[in-house]
C-alpha cells in the first residue's frame, strides 16, 4: 500500500524567509504532483515532477523529486503573505495509476 | 475553457433526503474523477470514470453512494439517503489521461446533513 507523508502538517512563518516542506512516499513512484488550496477553495495544480531529480521552478516556488530517496521537497524562498496556503503532494500508484495524496500542509505566512 | 463546473456550491439537506451532486469535465478529458474531502479524513477518492465508464470505486463509502456518467459532458453522485457523517465538500475533477495528465478540479460542493 502506498503511503504518503507530508510534514510539517502546520507551518507559520514570517515574511521574507525560507523553508521546505517535505513530501515522502512508501514505495516506487516516478511521479509526483504539488496542489495549493486557498481556504473554502478548490485544488490548483502547481507542478508536476516526471523523472528523478526533476526540478520545477514557479516564482518563490520551488519542487524537486529524488525518486530513489522518494522524497519531494517543496521549498519557499522569501516568503510572501500570498503563499499562505494548503499544499498537497500526490504521487501515482504505478499499478492502477491512482492518486495518493498527502494530508496537506498549512501554512501560513505572517506579514 | 471553463474549467470543471460543479453544482450546487452549497447544499444543506435534512437527514434521510436525497441529495444529487453535478459536475461537467473540462471538453475533451477522458477521465472523470468524484472526491469527497473532510478535516477527519483528508482528500479521498471516491470514484472515477474513462470515456464514460466506471473504472474504480471501491472509495464509494457504501451503498447510500452512487455515481453516473450519461455522456462526456455530465457526471452525478447521488446519496441516498443522506447522513450527517456524509458532510463534507465534494470536488470533481477531470484530466485528459489518468497516468500521465494533471487533475483539473471543480471548485467543490460544500454538503451540510443536519
Known amino acids: 500500500e502506498l503511503k504518503v507523508e507530508q510534514n510539517p502538517l502546520f507551518l507559520s512563518m514570517q515574511e521574507g524567509k525560507n523553508y521546505t516542506i517535505y513530501c515522502n512516499y512508501s514505495t516506487t513512484s516516478d511521479r509526483l504532483y504539488w496542489y495549493r488550496q486557498d481556504p473554502g477553495k478548490s485544488l490548483e495544480s502547481l507542478f508536476v515532477l516526471l523523472s528523478n531529480g526533476a526540478v520545477k521552478q514557479e516564482g518563490r516556488l520551488m519542487a524537486s523529486l529524488d525518486t530513489k530517496a522518494r522524497l519531494s521537497t517543496l521549498h519557499i524562498t522569501a516568503a510572501v503573505h500570498d503563499l499562505s496556503a494548503t499544499y498537497f503532494c500526490?504521487?501515482?500508484?504505478?499499478?492502477?495509476?491512482?492518486?495518493?495524496w498527502g494530508a496537506g500542509t498549512k501554512l501560513i505566512i505572517k506579514p | 475553457d471553463a474549467g470543471v463546473i460543479q453544482s450546487p456550491r452549497h447544499e444543506v439537506t435534512e437527514m434521510g433526503q436525497e441529495v444529487t451532486l453535478r459536475c461537467k469535465p473540462i471538453?475533451?478529458?477522458?477521465?472523470l474523477f468524484w472526491y469527497r474531502q473532510t478535516m477527519m479524513r483528508g482528500l479521498e477518492l471516491l470514484i472515477y470514470?474513462?470515456?464514460?465508464?466506471?473504472?474504480?470505486d471501491s472509495g464509494m463509502p457504501e451503498d447510500r453512494f452512487s455515481a453516473k456518467m450519461p455522456n462526456a459532458s455530465f457526471s452525478t453522485l447521488k446519496i441516498q439517503p443522506s447522513e450527517p457523517r456524509d458532510s463534507a465538500v465534494y470536488f470533481c475533477?477531470?484530466?485528459?489521461?489518468?497516468?500521465?495528465?494533471?487533475?483539473?478540479f471543480g471548485p467543490g460542493t460544500r454538503l451540510t446533513v443536519l
Open positions: 471538453s475533451g478529458h477522458d477521465y
Open positions: 500526490a504521487v501515482v500508484l504505478a499499478s492502477n495509476y491512482q492518486l495518493i
Open positions: 470514470f474513462n470515456n464514460n465508464v466506471p473504472i474504480d
Open positions: 475533477a477531470s484530466s485528459a489521461d489518468r497516468g500521465t495528465d494533471t487533475q483539473y
